[in-house]
């Protein structure tokens, strides 16, 4: 009896043992289901530069690629801006070359020719102001006569030294403070060129991504500011599913995990896998369903959907499911 009495326990703690061990196994190994809403991105597509809109080539609904030309402005303003960018690049090329090469060989002999002409009036002066000193020396010359020998001999010595400056100026070109302007006023015109070619090309609006027009905002007639939001450009890739996670279940998801997302519109399942994992926690957003309190703390996750379709529409309710690794 007594034996009976010890075991009859024993076997009831260890059933009771494995219905436990049982009944949290299958809970830990069991399919983690999210709830969340499809996230996808939008760009509102402009022009950078300023003008009047000269058409459109795409509406509502349209599905664009990368580099595909939605529209253009009127281009005649950036068209006579970029003529005039090229005509001062040209005029400021021409200008650093000669500065580069220097002075022309016969203006520096032109040079050299005046100062030896210069230098052939000066003697002389210096002749005719000797002769009148002793001639005004001896009396037989006046000392207004001296005075003006004595002028002529001053300016002609003037003009002499004038002359030797310039010879030595054309002689040694342009200072090198001269050409570093000129340099500088080169490469001051290249970059407006390459301005005014930069502006000509944003007269064309591109499509900066895959993805679809969702809306039109503006029409062709319409004086557009820089930035004046023309398409809105909904994006087909990536697209990204907003979920979230309880605490409980952190441990549960982390980046790389592969997951099924579920809509009500198409009965197959979306591949995805999960990309982020937010290190904070938040209150549960009113848009999101879950069989928890609202006001329980939750993890934002990221999933990236594989192969997206059409049927994946902007802020769509899905179901996330994760099965255990």
Do not use: C
């Given at each position: 009896m007594n034996k009976a009495k010890i075991i009859v326990p024993l076997l009831a703690a260890v059933i009771l043992a494995g219905a436990a061990y049982g009944y949290f196994h299958q809970r830990s190994g069991s399919e983690l289901t999210l709830s969340g809403n499809v996230d996808i991105r939008q760009v509102n597509v402009s022009f950078r530069v300023a003008g009047r809109l000269q058409s459109l080539r795409v509406d509502e609904g349209a599905r664009v690629k990368a580099g595909d030309i939605l529209g253009e402005l009127d281009n005649a303003p950036y068209q006579i801006a970029l003529a005039d960018a090229r005509a001062s690049q040209a005029a400021l090329e021409a200008h650093y070359a000669l500065y580069k090469k220097g002075y022309r060989q016969e203006d520096v002999r032109q040079?050299?020719?005046?100062l030896a002409s210069?230098?052939?009036a000066q003697l002389n002066a210096s002749q005719l102001l000797q002769?009148?000193?002793q001639l005004t020396g001896t009396g037989a010359g006046s000392q207004r006569t001296l005075d003006e020998a004595q002028a002529n001999f001053d300016q002609a010595t003037?003009?002499?030294?004038?002359?030797h400056q310039q010879y030595l100026a054309l002689s040694h070109g342009f200072r090198k403070e001269e050409i570093a302007e000129v340099k500088a006023n080169r490469e001051r015109a290249a970059a407006q060129l390459s301005n005014a070619q930069l502006q000509l090309a944003d007269s064309q609006l591109i499509a900066p991504a895959n993805g679809i027009i969702l809306?039109?905002?503006a029409e062709p007639g319409t004086l557009l500011a820089p930035g004046s939001t023309v398409f809105t450009l909904s994006l087909t890739e990536p697209v990204w599913v907003r979920a979230y996670v309880s605490e409980p279940d952190l441990g549960k998801v982390a980046p790389g995990n592969k997951v099924s997302v579920y809509?009500?519109?198409?009965?197959?399942?979306?591949?995805?896998?999960?990309g982020f994992v937010s290190p904070t926690s938040e209150f549960t957003p009113k848009n999101v369903e879950t069989t928890d309190l609202r006001t329980a703390l939750v993890y934002r996750l990221r999933i990236i959907v594989s192969q997206p379709d059409a049927l994946l529409r902007q802020g769509m309710p899905v179901t996330v499911k994760l099965k255990p690794a």
């Amino acid at each position: 009896m007594n034996k009976a009495k010890i075991i009859v326990p024993l076997l009831a703690a260890v059933i009771l043992a494995g219905a436990a061990y049982g009944y949290f196994h299958q809970r830990s190994g069991s399919e983690l289901t999210l709830s969340g809403n499809v996230d996808i991105r939008q760009v509102n597509v402009s022009f950078r530069v300023a003008g009047r809109l000269q058409s459109l080539r795409v509406d509502e609904g349209a599905r664009v690629k990368a580099g595909d030309i939605l529209g253009e402005l009127d281009n005649a303003p950036y068209q006579i801006a970029l003529a005039d960018a090229r005509a001062s690049q040209a005029a400021l090329e021409a200008h650093y070359a000669l500065y580069k090469k220097g002075y022309r060989q016969e203006d520096v002999r032109q040079a050299k020719a005046n100062l030896a002409s210069r230098s052939a009036a000066q003697l002389n002066a210096s002749q005719l102001l000797q002769r009148q000193q002793q001639l005004t020396g001896t009396g037989a010359g006046s000392q207004r006569t001296l005075d003006e020998a004595q002028a002529n001999f001053d300016q002609a010595t003037a003009l002499m030294e004038a002359a030797h400056q310039q010879y030595l100026a054309l002689s040694h070109g342009f200072r090198k403070e001269e050409i570093a302007e000129v340099k500088a006023n080169r490469e001051r015109a290249a970059a407006q060129l390459s301005n005014a070619q930069l502006q000509l090309a944003d007269s064309q609006l591109i499509a900066p991504a895959n993805g679809i027009i969702l809306t039109r905002a503006a029409e062709p007639g319409t004086l557009l500011a820089p930035g004046s939001t023309v398409f809105t450009l909904s994006l087909t890739e990536p697209v990204w599913v907003r979920a979230y996670v309880s605490e409980p279940d952190l441990g549960k998801v982390a980046p790389g995990n592969k997951v099924s997302v579920y809509t009500d519109s198409r009965p197959q399942p979306y591949d995805g896998v999960v990309g982020f994992v937010s290190p904070t926690s938040e209150f549960t957003p009113k848009n999101v369903e879950t069989t928890d309190l609202r006001t329980a703390l939750v993890y934002r996750l990221r999933i990236i959907v594989s192969q997206p379709d059409a049927l994946l529409r902007q802020g769509m309710p899905v179901t996330v499911k994760l099965k255990p690794a």
